[in-house]
């Protein structure tokens, strides 16, 4: 490793430990708990990305359940963070108790209506969620 490229190195590590003093500890563990919920999201969002109403429904909403409880388990802090997560994980069991009552065919209207407005709310909670967190 060349002199130049440890110096860069070493320079970076101060400016990030520079930038990670200047914003606080606060915002430390909000990037933190951001980065958790964030990564938890995407690594178990097929649950919802793949949801295919022709396929097992009680095999889906157990999967949903699953993801649920995984965004259940991040630790939060943040009093909006918080908010927003809680607001996602009812989403997350709506749309498994939605998986369930797909069963029954004399609810087809109800249903397609709370279906949409699921995906209408997880859209919307994914984008608060994102830009609370860049901020």
Request: with cysteine; hydrophobic share 35%.
């Amino acid at each position: 490793m060349s002199n130049t490229f440890a110096h860069r190195c070493f320079a970076a590590g101060l400016a990030l430990a520079g930038a990670m003093m200047a914003f606080g500890c606060g915002e430390i563990t909000k990037v933190q708990e951001c980065n958790a919920v964030i990564d938890t999201i995407n690594k178990n969002s097929a649950a919802i990305k793949d949801f295919d109403a022709k396929k097992d429904l009680e095999d889906q909403a157990k999967k949903l359940e699953e993801f649920e409880k995984k965004i259940g388990e991040v630790k939060i802090t943040d009093g909006e963070l918080k908010k927003n997560v809680e607001d996602y994980r009812k989403m997350v069991t709506d749309m498994a108790k939605l998986a369930r009552d797909l069963k029954d065919p004399t609810k087809v209207d109800e249903l397609e209506k709370r279906s949409n407005d699921i995906t209408k709310t997880e859209s919307d909670l994914v984008d608060k969620i994102n830009g609370y967190c860049k901020r």
